[in-house]
């Protein structure tokens, strides 16, 4: 397996601090430096458009701080925090951080919070936790430390939680969990079968029960179509309705 590259932005209101921290990711391996960032709203355009693996982010900042910039990420982007006061600690790991530097932190520091970052990214990235075929019938999913096979006919829809995602499958009662994000999973997924109706729902098109209004029923499970996907669920419906 070849290492993994963690992308990442830099995000503090001091020109001398976004300048140390870039020259520490400049010369740690497994971090791919993408853009310094003097505020959280400079960074919030930026990744808009960019997504990223990480964020190293200086909390006490002007018009919107690190803590409340942290809360808008995409759930995929981790964060560690730098900053000079140690009382944002615990809401520091209230908001998932990876890692928490009390400035001013040296480069053995800052590599040791790295790489608390890149063994999570090895966990989530690193190992191919969903191969589909070819011929797109099946996957296979690691649950348990066992790799599970699954025929895709008998998905009924995938449920994201976090970090995790939830596979309902016909005929059984309790979900396989596996350790990996919805997006991740969208992306290996046949479009043709499946379809995004929800941030937390991927539904498979040939298991739909019943369509009533904006919720589709999947044995007797009612999940709501959400209005970013409702054009695409849209489409689908009147591609394949008899017209009267």
Request: glycine fraction near 2%; charged fraction near 25%.
């Amino acid at each position: 397996m070849s290492p993994i590259k963690i992308t990442c932005v830099i995000v503090d209101d001091e020109p001398m601090a976004l300048n140390l921290v870039e020259s520490y990711v400049e010369k740690t391996p497994f971090l791919d430096f993408k853009k310094k960032c003097s505020s959280a709203i400079e960074a919030m355009e930026y990744i808009k458009t960019n997504p990223v693996d990480l964020v190293f982010l200086d909390i006490q900042m002007p018009d919107l701080t690190g803590l409340e910039f942290s809360k808008m990420l995409p759930k995929e982007t981790r964060v560690i925090f730098t900053t000079a006061f140690d009382h944002y600690a615990l809401e520091g790991f209230k908001v998932e951080a990876i890692d928490y530097l009390l400035k001013p932190f040296d480069y053995a520091e800052f590599l040791a919070a790295a790489n608390k970052a890149n063994a999570w990214f090895e966990l989530v990235k690193g190992q191919k936790q969903s191969i589909v075929s070819e011929e797109k019938e099946f996957l296979f999913v690691k649950s348990e430390y066992k790799q599970l096979r699954i025929k895709l006919a008998d998905v009924l829809y995938f449920e994201g939680l976090k970090d995790y995602i939830k596979i309902w499958i016909k005929d059984n009662p309790k979900p396989i969990l596996t350790l990996m994000s919805l997006k991740s999973l969208e992306e290996e997924l046949p479009s043709t079968q499946f379809m995004r109706v929800h941030r937390s729902f991927i539904v498979s098109l040939n298991n739909i029960n019943v369509i009533e209004r904006s919720q589709i029923i999947i044995n007797e499970q009612r999940i709501t179509v959400s209005e970013h996907y409702k054009p695409k669920f849209l489409e689908f419906i009147n591609n394949n309705s008899l017209n009267s």
